[in-house]
């Protein structure tokens, strides 16, 4: 019976100890906070997006190709069907949305039962769950890594596994000081980067807080009239500091990338025909409807409480109708449905993202085994691998996988 130590009650750090614990190895399970999956029970808005429908072929798609190559070992071990058939057996029912994304039933304490029943298995399979357990450093140096320094204690292990998430939410406990110590260690790193996290802008729309963008494209260039950058079709949703939602979520890393570049810009595109096609249908309808408004118009295509100020802006009386629109006031109506100006983003903010990139380089990690390579008995899982998938449950399958591969000791 080896011992293992697992730091980390997360998502990952809960199924590499349940899998370990039940192949017969003595577990020992270190969380920071004063309960288990305290990330997990925030995950898709308090909900928990527990993972994403589909073949592991459709969920790999979702990675860069070398995060696919990555995950597929694991995957194909530990899939979506499998961690959804062990929530069903702790009674947990779960539902598809149309979006592909897997949620539990609605009901009050939803994303919490999704914890209970992975503790759940956790306890009846043996392992010794210390909560409020932070670990301030690694015993040992390759090829061995010899156990965990406590705040007041050392730990000894023959194997450790280390689950601890990245570096978003430092309240939830993920504060990602551990990419420095294996760092000191010789092990591959890369720098944490935020990813899925909110964007600021230079220029906030405070007023329009709350306001949602649907069924449109978010669009990122390089600067005003610049090449385009990166796109998502999704919603977006005004904040006080910026942008939110799937589509400002998914832009992030790129956003980020491009302002450290020096050259972002942001727009929205509610409609996604060209510019000359809309102006040609905008012509049309002016001949079809001389009496109809501008406001009314740019009503169809974006929400009621921004049609007035956008219009001020854009110097389009309100009360304007199209048959009496001049080629600069048809040109910027075109172009707020095409194009309507966000601005320039501020920094996006590390900690307030749902995963962070960066983390261990997955060429460091043999994806069988998550073992540490050049260590023969130290493995990494979870968010604390360099793996950022897109919004809809996929990080979470990926830190089941791993969590699973890594616990899955001989």
Known sequence: MTSVIVVGGGAAGLVAAWRAASMGHRVTLLEANGRLGVKLRISGGGKCNITH?????ALLAAFTKEQARFLRPS?????????????RQEGVA???????????LDRPGSAAAVVAAFETRVRRAGVVVRSGARVTGLLGSA??????????EDLAAEEVILATGGASYPETGTRGEVLDWLKALGVPVRPWFPALAPIPLEIPRPAWEGVALRDGELRLSAGPGGRRLAAFAGDLLFTKAGLSGPAALELSQATERARRSGAAWLTYAAMADPPESVDAALQAEARANPRLLAAT?????????LVGPLLAEAGVPSDLRLKALSRDARKALVSLATALPLGGP????LARGEVAAGGVDLAAVDPRTMLLRGW???????????LDGPVGGYNLQAAFSTGYAAGTLA
């Open 143 to 152: 090829p061995r890594i010899d156990g965990v320094r406590l705040e007041r």
């Open 297 to 305: 118009w740019l009503d169809r295509h974006l929400p009621e409480r």
């Open 94 to 104: 779960t539902y598809v949305r149309d979006n592909g994304r897997v949620f539990p």
């Open 376 to 386: 023969e008995n130290l493995r990494a899982c979870g968010e604390l691998l360099d």
């Open 53 to 57: 429908d589909g073949p592991p072929k």
């Open 346 to 349: 501020r920094a996006v903010p």
């Open 75 to 87: 995957l194909h071990a530990f899939g979506n069907e499998a961690v959804l058939d062990l929530l």
